[in-house]
């Protein structure tokens, strides 16, 4: 039975989240594109270089937020409807995607007033070119931080809807365990609630009477204290949903099952535990934070590591155990017993590639001493590309491949164009990143319009400023077409009318080691919600504390054009 | 719970990495001394900074000598550095521990010179404080890393390192005159 038969409300539910998620998609690559023609001076006609920072803030709020979060909208009701099998409770989850639309809309009207002029609205410039960071004392119109707003409590609301299927599932169901896609989806949720936090009392208790001027200042350091709580954690939110594709969906297309359902759960509640207590990393370079905290953070995010290195480990012994299904023999040689020109399969495979690679240069920016010399540099939106640019979003269109057919009844269209699609991104992004990186060590910044200055010149370290200039525009370029074309695949796909049998499924096959063998303490949400909230007390309680004590506005700062 | 004997392999090793990253850095800080940037710069009022009220030194921003120390005052604003950017680059002796204490008079600015240890955010009501020591001279590039408005692109300057023996001659001219003047001052009185 398909899916979309079987489930044809929720089927709905998704088809909208994906869509929206999917035209931010565009926008921010047209976006992407014409930063990294600017940037590197190949081309500088589409916008002025004071410009190029609303075409920045939208990049970075329409793909690191909009699309994200819609498309894990999107997975994570699909992922409960199809391991609880039963359709999402319809009025929670429909108001939930109209709040996050209504937030979007605020959000990426506010930005696009910067490039025409900016108008006076309700007696505010309509202009955001605060970047995703929002970083007081820069202000933007109060439409942006309410938008904003309303995006993360959208997203509350749904994870509202993916719980209340899990209590009805759970009467009908007593003594059962939590089917692992939900499992999956729930802690990420719990993560998620606990850690949103942050931003959400940054933009209602402080940036948005503040816009509006119902306050006179605001603590710069208190309030982007708030954001980077919330900003590492973030980052986990887009990487557990391409877990859990790895982890329940990609085995299967490896032609497998997964290694272990036990460790699957231990690395979300890992995540859930240790994803918050690490946003000071983002701080390093802050004054006013006593290095002790920063330590602390540093610590923290060093054992962050240890359920990323786990997954490696079981995604991959999941794929090769997949190959060795299909007849592979030899330790390496079960690669090439592997669906490579399947774009669900190849695209999961290179994401996580990419991943490992993303890993390491994150490792260098977790290192409190050695972020010195990268600190702000280009090298981060490098690492950043290849972690919620590639392992994310690559995972995302990948997986939309498989599930868009499942929430249509309609077969995959252009699967030429679609095949070639993973790696077209994988070649874009490897040039582009590589390049980043390189530029980094250089010394050159991120965020800027023009990376050259009147009073000294870059000297490249591996390789020429210039030969670098070059490969991230090229990079940028094949990134857009890469875009492009998996946006043709799905325009294509879901234009097109009902017909013939679906060649994939929405059954996932139970694990070789199953849930029986998992303690049941790990199903405990209470106990690792408490543990979580006790270790945020510990490495954030001292330190915002003492930033309150000086008075909650105090230093202040009152708003700044831009 | 059953774990797989390679599993097992696999877990330890990730756990020594991850104690061997850690043991690394805090030998950087402690044996080497990478020293952090923390809250020793103390805070002070952005408005006082803008309108040269501070009553601190940073009312009159460039290179101070305190205890015996060389301390650079820099004051960052939408879209230069007091002193740093254009033909006021900050100059400091080769060779000798220079401290910069920053801050900002309007919003969140960055304060990195190129290629060295010397990398800090700037934030409006909060004094950054770094310590290094330049061994080379010559000129490194200076760039506010962190998007401070429309003109962010243009914000940027230098640090001119000179060698110790040149440094210390115009050092004592300055000094000279500044004498010079209190002697003035002292004989007006």
Known sequence: MVFVDSYPKTSKLVRSEFLVSFIALGIGALFGVIQALHRTGVFRGFVSSADYYTILTGHGVLLALVFTTFFIAGLFTWAVANSLERELPQRIAWSAFWIMLTGTVLAAVSIIGGIVGSPSILGHDLEADVLFTFYAPMKAHPAFYIGAALIIVGSWVAGLAYFKSLWDWRSENPGERIPLQTFMVLTTMLMWYVSTIGVAVEVVAFLIPWSLGLIQNVDPLLTRTLFWYFGHPVVYFWLMPAYLVWYTILPKLAGGRLFSDPLARVVFVAFLLLSTPVGFHHQYTDPGIPSGYKFIAMTNTMFLLLPSLLTAFTVVASVEHGARQRGAKGYLSWLRNLPWGKPAFAGCMLAGLMFAAGGFSGMINAGMNINYLIHNTIWVPGHFHLTVGTAFALTAMAISYWLVPQITGKKLKQRSLASVQPYVWFVGMAIMSNAMHRAGLAGIPRRTAEPTYDEFAFEGVAGTVGEMRIQIAIGGFLLFVGAAMFLIVMADTLLARRGGTLSVNSNIPEPLSGADHSPRILDNYKLWTAIALLLIVIAYGPPLASMVADGLFAPGSPPIPV | ?189
């Open chain 2, 1 to 189: 719970m059953q774990v797989h004997r390679f599993e097992k392999v696999w877990l330890g090793a990730a756990i020594l990495l991850i104690v061997g990253f850690i043991a690394t850095i805090a030998y950087g800080s402690v044996g080497v001394g990478v020293g952090m940037v923390g809250d020793s710069g103390g805070q002070i009022s952005a408005e006082a900074v803008q309108n040269s009220n501070t009553g601190t030194q940073f009312d009159d921003p460039g290179v101070v000598k305190e205890d015996g120390q060389y301390v650079v005052y820099v004051v960052a604003r939408q879209f230069q550095f007091s002193p740093g950017t254009g033909d006021t680059p900050i100059r400091v002796p080769a060779g000798e521990n220079v401290t910069f204490r920053v801050t900002s008079a309007d919003v969140v600015h960055g304060f990195s010179v190129v290629e060295t240890n010397i990398n800090t955010m700037v934030i409006p009501g909060q004094v950054s404080e770094v310590s290094a020591r330049f061994n080379e001279p010559g000129t490194y590039g200076l760039i506010c890393h962190e998007y401070c408005g429309a003109a962010h692109h243009t914000m940027g300057g230098s640090v001119e390192v000179v060698p110790p023996e040149e440094y210390d001659m115009q050092q004592e001219n300055i000094d000279q005159s500044a004498d010079d003047a209190q002697a003035q001052e002292g004989a007006d009185q």
